[in-house]
């Protein structure tokens, strides 16, 4: 036997091993989510849903849907401005080097190092004058801060590695740098497209600081708040509790899985120079 094979052995056994601790409360959470009331205290817990009950994910379809479009509407919103503004300005840093560019970016680092909370109460003085408080699109602004400053920076990475030469055979035909950066930098930025978008939904759709400070008690609340307001609630139907937990994870996880493959090349682009 080669001893290699034993030492990859032994490392793929500790990553599994690893991996199911760090799983095992997304399996419990599933596994609460079809446990019957009556069920949710018995000692020793039972670790399959054996006589299992769907009640929960029917609570979940009658009372969490309104969130979880409210939800899907900050997150695409804030997925399309976040875009619009930092595809631009990483194209601007990349390729135009503006004056100034380089405290742009460290002013970008910096602004990712302050406390959402302090964020969020800047906000609130700013909506409650402009009466954007309990708004959609106030929402949508406020979690575009949070994904803006790393877009940015992703976005200029990326377009760092686009060859000069084919704007500059752009410009030869007679496009300008709107059109070079229209037709030729955004098609060919499709990995640190999608990566920014991705992040941008899920820090939104995840988003709770904001949520709670700006749009609580209002018409449009997103699933944070409602499972927030159903613990409060709904304390004792626990299964509810975790259903709701597992539909709001499913359009993360979902979205996560399909753009994978564009996540690793846009993280690390600009890593490596030839």
């Given at each position: 036997m080669n001893p290699g094979t034993g030492r990859t052995w032994w490392k793929t056994a500790i990553g599994l091993l690893l991996t199911a601790i760090?799983?095992?409360?997304?399996?419990?959470?599933?596994?609460?989510?079809?446990?019957r009331d009556q069920h949710m205290r018995k000692s020793p817990p039972d670790w399959f849903p054996v006589h299992g009950t769907l009640d929960g994910y029917r609570t979940v379809l009658n009372q969490q849907l309104p969130y979880l479009a409210t939800s899907l509407v900050i997150g695409?919103?804030?997925?399309?401005?976040?875009?619009?503004?930092?595809?631009?300005?990483?194209?601007?840093?990349?390729?135009?080097?503006?004056?100034?560019?380089?405290?742009?970016?460290?002013?970008?680092?910096?602004?990712?190092?302050?406390?959402?909370i302090i964020m969020a109460m800047g906000f609130y003085a700013i909506y409650l004058q402009l009466g954007l408080l309990q708004s959609v699109p106030g929402l949508i602004v406020a979690d575009s801060t949070l994904a803006v400053p790393f877009a940015?920076?992703?976005?200029?990475?990326?377009?760092?590695?686009i060859p000069g030469e084919?704007?500059?055979?752009?410009?030869?035909?007679?496009?300008?740098?709107?059109?070079?950066?229209?037709?030729?930098?955004?098609?060919?930025?499709?990995?640190?497209?999608?990566?920014?978008?991705?992040?941008?939904?899920?820090?939104?759709?995840?988003?709770?600081?904001?949520?709670?400070?700006?749009?609580?008690?209002?018409?449009?609340?997103?699933?944070?708040?409602?499972?927030?307001h159903y613990i409060g609630n709904n304390n004792q139907q626990w299964n509810a509790i975790m259903a709701t937990a597992v539909v709001a994870s499913l359009p993360a996880t979902v979205i996560l899985v399909l753009a994978q493959r564009y996540i690793a090349a846009g993280v690390t682009a600009g890593a490596v120079k030839d």
């Open positions: 760090m799983l095992f409360p997304v399996y419990w959470m599933l596994n609460v989510s079809f446990t695409l919103g804030t997925v399309v401005l976040t875009v619009a503004l930092a595809a631009p300005a990483g194209y601007a840093l990349a390729k135009l080097r503006p004056r100034g560019g380089g405290l742009l970016s460290f002013v970008l680092l910096v602004a990712q190092m302050i406390p959402g940015v920076l992703i976005f200029t990475a990326f377009m760092s590695g084919l704007l500059q055979a752009a410009q030869v035909d007679g496009a300008g740098t709107l059109r070079s950066f229209r037709s030729v930098v955004l098609p060919m930025s499709r990995n640190a497209l999608v990566t920014v978008s991705l992040f941008a939904f899920l820090w939104s759709w995840s988003d709770f600081v904001f949520a709670s400070t700006l749009a609580n008690g209002g018409a449009h609340e997103p699933i944070t708040l409602g499972i927030y």
